[in-house]
Every structure is written in C-alpha cells, then in structure tokens.
C-alpha cells in the first residue's frame, strides 16, 4: 500500500514538473511576441477618414490638429475579479535569468509541496494504523476526505487564476500539482479499501477505481497534460489492481474500450501525440492478454475490432473526427494506430489456431485499413503493415501442414503441426484471393492520386509484395513444395497482370513516385514468371530460371528505361551465385556420372551465357555497378562450369574430392590461362573494370596452381605418379600446353600492360616447357614412375642435349620472325645449358659422354656466335670513293 501511493505520487508529480515547463515555454514565446508587436512600428497606411500628422508635433497645424490614430492591442489586460483592467504584465528581458530565489520561491517549493501533501496523506494513514488511532473504516473515510480537500483546492486555485493574470512564465502550475496530488490520494483511496481491508467487491472497486482514472482524465481538460498522463495510467493499471476468481472478458474490454475511447478523445481536443501513441501501446497489450485462452476469441475480436475503429475514428489524421492531415505526408501516428490493432488481429488468428470467426475478423480490419488509407494518406503507411501481418498469418498456416519446414537442429518447433480444429482451406482460399485482388488492384489505382512520391510506393510495394507472398504460402500448403503444374499457371497469370500494369505506367505522364512503382511493378513481373518455373520445374530448374529472369530484366531495362530493372538485374544474379554456393552440383545427388552433357552444363552454362548476354543489354545504356555485378556473375559462372565439368570428368562424378590429380591441376591451369587470354583481349574493347580484374585474378590462379600444384602437389618428381604412355601422356596436359598458353597470355599484354607482367609469365612459360622437356627424358628412362631409379650417364647426356637442341630452337624462331623476346630466351636456355655441362657433365660424366657433352656444347656456341654475326649482326663494307686517299 505505502510502496503504491508513493509512485503513484511520484509519477504524478514528474508528470506536473514536465506540463509546467511545456506551459513555461509557451508563455515565453508569447511574451516575446506581445512584445514583438508593440515594439513594431505603425502601419504605412490609414483606413479612411483617419488623418496622420505630417509634420513635427511641435508646428501649429498640429497643435490644432485632433488626429485619431488606431488604438493600440492590449493583449495582456485582463479583467481582474472587481472588474477593473488589471496592468498588463511586463516580459522579461530577452536573455534574462532567473534568479535561484525567483526558482525556489516560485517553483521548487509548489512541486515539493504537492509531492508532500501526498506523501503526508499517506503518512497519516500510516501513523494511525501503527498508533491504532483509528479503525480501518475512519481511515478510508479519511483518505477519501483528504483527496476531495485536495481535488477543492485545486479546482477553487485554478478558477481564482482564471480570474487574475496569467501567471509569469517561471511560475509552477498549483492547482494542476494540487490536483493530481488528489487524484493520486483518491485511487490510493480506493485501493486500499478493497486490497487492504475488503471493503469493496470487485465488481464496485474495479468501477470506482475506473471512475477515479477517467475522472483524471477529464479533469485534464483544465489542468493540462500531467493529470491526462496520471489518468491513463490509473485507468490501464485498474483491472491489473482488480482480480477475480472468474475474470470476466467481456467486462474487462468493454472497461478497456471505454478507457481507450476517453484517451483518444482527450488525446483528439488537446492534440496531444503522446497520449494517443501511450494509449494505443497500452490498449494494444491488453488485446493481447490472455488471448489464446479457450473461449475468449469474441471478447478478444471486441476488443480488436473496437479499438480498431475508435483509433479509425479519433487519431487518424483526416479521417472522421481526426485532426487535420496534411496532403500527401504519411503520419506516423495514424499508421501506426491502425497497424497496432490489425497486428492484434494477426495474433488472434495465430493463437486461435486459424479459426474461421478469427480469419473473418482478421479479414474485415485489412479490409477497413485499405479503405481508410485509401481516404486518408496519413494512414498509407498501415497498408505495409496489413500486408506484412497476411503473409505471417498464411505463412504460419502453410508452415503447419509441413513441419519440416521449421525443424531446427534440435527438433522440430513446439506447436507446429496441422491441427484438427485448423480453419478451413476453402475459408483461407478465399481470403487470400481477397486480399491478393485488394492489394493489387489497390496498388495500380492509387497511382497519380498523391501530390507525394512516398504513398503511390508504398501502395505499390503491398500490391506486388502481397500476391507473390500469399501465393508462395499457398503453394507450399496446398502443393507440399511439389511440381504443380495449376499453381504455375496462376503464377503466369499474375506476371501478366503485374507486365501490363508495368507497361500502363510507362506510358502514362509522369507523377510523383510513378517511376519506382513502375519498377515495383516490372520486378513483380519476373518475381511471378520465377515463381512459375518454380512450381512447373523440378531440380536446378530454379537456378536457371532465375538466371533467365536476370537476362529479361536487363533486356527489359533497354526498352523500359527503369533505372531499377538494371539493380534487379544484379540483384537476381547474386541470387543465383548464392544458389549456387549453397549446392554447388545443382541437382543434388542426381547429378549422375555423365561427362560433359550433366547438370553442370546446364545449371552453370546457360546462367552463364545469360549472364554474358545480359551484360551486353546492360552495357548500351552505360558502366554502372549492377552491370559490373552481372559481368563479375558471367565470368564466374564461366569459370566454375569449367571447373566443375573437369572436377567430374576426373573423379567420375565426385566434385567434392580433395585431392587432385596432375592431369585435373594441369587442365585447370590451361582453362585459367585461356581464359585469362580471352579477358585480356576483351578488356581492350569494353574497358571493363570487372573484366580486367577478372584477367588479373585468373593468371594469379594460375600462376599459384603453377608453383603449388604442377611443381609440388602434384610433380611427379616428388610423388609416386604413374605417367602413363610414352609421348602421349598427362606431362603434355600438365606442362606443355601451360607453357604454350602462358607464351600467348605473355604476347596478349606485352605493350598493354607493365613490361614486367608480360616477361613474368613469359619467364613462367620457359620455365613450363624445360621441365616438361625434362620430364619426358626422365620418362624414357623411368616409366612409369618417375621418382624412382638412378640417373645414367646417357640420360645426363640426354638432358644436356635437349636443352640445347630447345634453346637453338629457340634462336631459330627468334631469327625467322625477328622476336628479341625468343632470342633472350634461347641465349638463357644455352647459358643453364652451359652450366649443367662445366657442373654436372664434368663431375659425373664418364668416358665418351663427357667428350661429346663438351663437342656438342662447342660447336653449337661456335654456331651461334656465326649466326649472330651473319645473320643478326651483319655489317656491309662500303667500297671507298674514287678520289679518297684510301683509292
């Protein structure tokens, strides 16, 4: 009891603090505007028959003159209680401060003293219970004596300064202090006759106790906003006070509703916006209580459908009785009062384990929000919420037929599960048929009636949002997530629907927010035909539906230039990669073991040639980010089908294997590189960003596989790899055709890119080719397993004659075709071919090998040295002049 007066006095004397100030604000500014018009000088002109002097007061024509000039306002005058004009207040200097005597003397003492009087109320009831003064009957009566002294005072202040001057602004509102001082003591009052001494019934203290808070409430009329505050508490907290053994609901919302109604009113005459939103939450909480409670779904649907309409009819901004709106502005309040009740009729439905009489109330707010926000644009933001809360409702229903699909890694979800008492499917049916037509139909006629760009969007978004949705949630309860053929026909039939609303707002004149609807509408479309494919499709029939989808919204985007068919182009494509990502065989496990002709070809060739073209489409109107973003999805997915098709080619079927084999590493790496060859010559033309990246980042690749792949994870010098034929075998797909595409990639960006790029990948190719030489001759003498064996003299020999049969090759290409490029490459070929022979020749090699390493290696040197000087570096001798000193 004593814990509950004095927070109860407590909150009433915050709420006193914060009205005072607001009304010390106000009458500041009105201040300064009195005198702001008093210091402002005359008017340049006179009604008639008035005269203004024209000269000095001082002349003699004015002397005689009786001008009459326009009285001045006297706007702070008031008539006192004798009936005499009392002087009219002076404003405080602008700046000025006030004093710390004027802040006690006028305020700090009033806010205290009213927090006494009611802290001393209850102190005096406390002293006479513990010195058994009084018996508890007197001490009620007491309580209730007290609080109507207080409430008399407060009314007998506020007439009395009615009379008189208003107060000056730094001044505390007493009689508002006093007052709530009394309501306050009053609702103790009662409280404690019924909670403490069992005086009262509950059915008579919950009505006094009511009585006492709408009292408050209508009390704030006079005394401002910190009673209106202390009323609606009072008066939501009363039946939480109030318990009974059998709760009446039908009592207890029609108490909420007379509550909600009297604070909304209040709320309305005042327009006070904190108010309504407090009464809205807390109006909103009590639907929700107790609501999945058997039997209580009519009081339940009263309390929704009754506060839906009461917020209809007093808070929404241009509707009924509500206050003003302005045009083309979305008020936050008014949506929101409306979304709170329709959420609460979601929650009705959900708890009600989707009940016919549920859906029905369910189905009527929707209704009346679409048709209050089509009067009232203040509201259009609850045709969101409206939206929103039919999914949830028809998600959750659909969600109940398939319990797999909210298991969760510890079991299915509580409570998830068709149910013998679920509403009908034919009800449901029919209500998402309803809404589906509202939202939609809605969604095209509110374009061009809003001067703002904000309310045609938002009826737009619900009107393409609500049927995809609801049809995605009836399939998966009427279809179970299976092939159904009817639901991709409704599916085909909303993309047309959506495709000519889209192609009626191109062509009409342009209004605020049309454009976006229209690309709402265009997205609609596509969302529809991938929806379609979903249905009609099985496997990774969805992967390359949507990549289709990309295709038509960036082909789309060139005949309807909507700035957001181009995002949407990119955004489906992400989709896809994402798709992609999660299951990267796309059929699953019935990818099979065909090479080739799969679903790889499928699922990764056809997004890939429709993200290409789709990059072209998008091209023509300009490089922007969703363009970059569907080029960077075409390379990708180019790449993985690459990719994936050899993964499965090697490993028959299993993509997921770790290890890789030196054929599978040595093909990667010529796929990266012919790529990477590709890109550079398609950079020149398109000057891509994505597509120069995209070169960068595949050699890199190769270039890696390179050094970790062909020369250590899979070098057969290092393992136990069989190299199987002699000639024909994996070292041609592991080093010479890398060499040779390394050779080409070096010539494409040599005099585009940096001269130490082109020879980097130049160096990587020689270094390819002599060791796929190398490896070769060790397969002549090791096969099949190369890292095995010991090295003979013949295949010492061997090497060193290959190397320089390699670099005088290289020297006769350099000199056909004048490349110093084959010519520098040649002479370093012959320089580590001349090291191997003084180093190694030397030290291992025996008898006539060691001589004809030596022969060979001088005769070739000597035959270069002729070649250069012949050939390369010839000079012509001139014949000297006939008359030079030399003839």
Known sequence: MEFLALVIAIVAFIFARKANLRARELQAQLSLLQ????????APTQPAGIETPSRAPDTAASAGATAVSPPAPEPAERPSATGIAAAPQQPAPAGARIGLEERLGTRWVVWIGGLTLALGGLFLVKYSIEAGLLGPAVRVLFGGLFALALLVAGEFARRRDARAAIAPPTMANIPAILTAAGTAVAFATVYAAYALYSFLAPPLAFVLLGAVA??????????????????????????????????????????????????????RLRLWRWLAVATIVLSGAWMLFDIARPGTLAPHAFAAIAGFALAAALVVAGFLF??????????????????AFVLGGMALVLANDHADAAMIVFALLVAATLAIAWRAEAAAGAVGAAALAAFVVFAEWAIRANPDLAVVPGGPLPGIGPRADDGTITTHLVTATGFAVAFGAAGFLAQGRSIAALVPVVWAAAGTFTPLALLVALYARIAHLDRSIPFAVIAIALAAAFGAITETLTRRAARPGQTIAAALFATGTLAALALAFTFALEKGWLTIALALMSLGAAWVSLKRPIPFL????????????????YEPRIAGNDLGTTPIFNWLLLGYGIPAASFWLGSHFLRRRGDDAPLRGVEAAAILFTVLLVFTEIRHFINGGNIYRIASSLVETGLHVCTALAMAIGLERLRLRTDSIIHNAAALLLTLFAGLAIVFG????????????????????????GYAMPAILALLLSYAVAGHRRAAYANAIAGTALVLALTYISLQIRRFYHAPYLNSGVTTDAEQYAYSVAWLAFGVALLAVGLMWSSQRARLASALVIAITILKVFLVDMANLTGAYRAFSFIGLGLVLVAIGWLYQRILFSQTKTPPASDSPAA
């Open 322 to 339: 509500g206050p003003p709106a302005e045009a083309g502005r979305i008020e936050p309040v008014s949506s929101g009062s409306l979304a």
């Open 710 to 733: 062909l020369f250590f994870f899979a070098n057969p010098l290092l393992w136990r790899i069989a190299i199987a034929g002699l000639l024909v075998n994996p070292l041609i797909l």
């Open 214 to 267: 709408l009292g408050t409430l209508a009390a704030a009329l006079l005394h401002g906003p910190a009673l209106a505050g202390l009323g609606v508490i009072g008066a939501f907290v009363t039946p939480v006070l109030v318990s009974s053994g059998q709760p009446d609901y039908w009592a207890l919302y029609v108490y909420v509703t007379v509550v909600t109604a009297a604070a909304f009113g209040l709320a």
């Open 35 to 42: 005198a702001t018009l008093q210091a402002s000088p005359p």
């Open 566 to 581: 181009r995002a949407l182009a990119a955004i489906l494509a992400g989709i896809v990669v994402l798709r992609a990502g």
